[in-house]
């Protein structure tokens, strides 16, 4: 979907229109499974995780807000918290673990021709960060951690776990800021 049509698509989906948001469906839904299927490692769970997230989609739609992501972005961390919300239940009653090698959704991301972080070049970027920050968002964004979990894995306090989530956030979009300006510069 090109981006003037996916805004134009967003506007009227904001508005009820139900045609529009089969167009999104019909967009993204491919991509979203993908990351439900790997976190969730089953097919039958992974298609109920995904359309638990389009309808936090529909129902959610009025909240976003385009200055602070991407609509691709939006919509996959709603369906990443939906399948990790849905691994949890799993474990609780005795299946499935919230973390193995099948689940990471690094595997699914890097492996994606729809959301590649190398093509867009968050990987670069990730990089330039310190190494603690880079493993902090590593684990959180990639493998789907809490901090909790994270504060488990790596034995790091909470506090400490928030405080360099929280400044590994702002350097990457400071570092975006860069390169937007360079790239806007470079196109004038």
């Given amino acids: 979907m ?7 698509a967003i506007d ?3 508005q009820g229109d139900s045609k529009a948001f089969e167009k999104i469906y019909d967009a993204y839904s491919s991509a979203l499974f993908g990351v439900c299927l790997k976190i969730v490692n089953d097919q039958e769970q992974a298609e109920d995780v995904m359309q638990d997230a389009f309808v936090k989609i529909w ?3 009025q909240s976003y807000e385009s200055s602070k992501g991407t609509f691709f972005t939006w919509m996959l961390n709603i369906a990443r918290n939906t399948a990790i919300d849905k691994l949890r239940q799993m474990k609780k009653r005795g299946g499935g673990s919230i ?10 991301v890097a492996n994606s021709e729809s959301f590649n972080t190398n093509t867009i070049g968050l990987n670069e970027l990730l990089q330039k960060l310190p190494e603690e ?3 902090i968002l590593e684990y959180l964004y990639y493998k789907g951690y809490t901090q909790q979990e994270v504060s488990d894995e790596l034995d790091l306090p909470l506090g400490t776990v928030k405080t360099r989530s929280r400044y590994a956030l702002r350097a990457l979009k ?3 800021i860069l390169l937007l ?3 806007t510069l470079k196109h004038i």
């Fill in 133 to 135: 920050h880079q493993q």
């Fill in 59 to 61: 129902k959610n739609i």
């Fill in 174 to 176: 400071d570092l975006f």
């Fill in 99 to 108: 973390q193995n090698e099948l689940n990471d959704v690094s595997n699914m």
């Fill in 12 to 14: 009227q989906v904001k």
């Fill in 2 to 8: 090109k981006e003037s049509e996916l805004h134009i």
């Fill in 181 to 183: 300006l360079a790239w």
